[in-house]
């Protein structure tokens, strides 16, 4: 099982970006998946979450400008981020709570490889 995160990239202040992550292998079911990001010389934080149901979560300095959607059918979760800041600069990080594999194995917090996103002022 693997979560492949693309869409990162060098943006302007002000402007946008959108971040998938795909999961992919035998996979049954995903429970809650979310974003994360570590800025340089600093611990990674939450940007995001959504469970199965769409119920999402926001960390406080993004509220307002990003917002996060999944497709279950396509095991992919998607971060879609506006009147990005230079403060926004960070690797993005995607996040699986819980996968369950058509055989039955569990993959707990579950992460993918992270995408660089850089906001020049």
């Known amino acids: 099982v693997q979560l492949q995160a693309s869409g990162g990239g060098l943006v302007q202040a002000g402007g946008s970006l959108r971040l998938s992550c795909a999961a992919s292998?035998?996979?049954?079911?995903?429970?809650?998946m979310g974003w994360y990001r570590q800025p340089p010389g600093k611990q990674r934080e939450l940007v995001a979450a959504i469970t199965t149901g769409g119920s999402t979560n926001y960390g406080d300095s993004v509220k307002g400008r990003f917002t996060i959607s999944r497709d279950n059918g396509r095991n992919t979760v998607y971060l879609q981020m506006n009147s990005l800041k230079p403060e926004d600069t960070a690797v993005y990080y995607c996040n699986a709570d819980r996968i369950m594999t058509s055989g039955g194995i569990w993959y707990v917090n579950h992460w993918g490889q992270g995408t660089q996103v850089t906001v020049s002022s």
């Open positions: 292998g035998n996979i049954r079911s995903i429970n809650a």
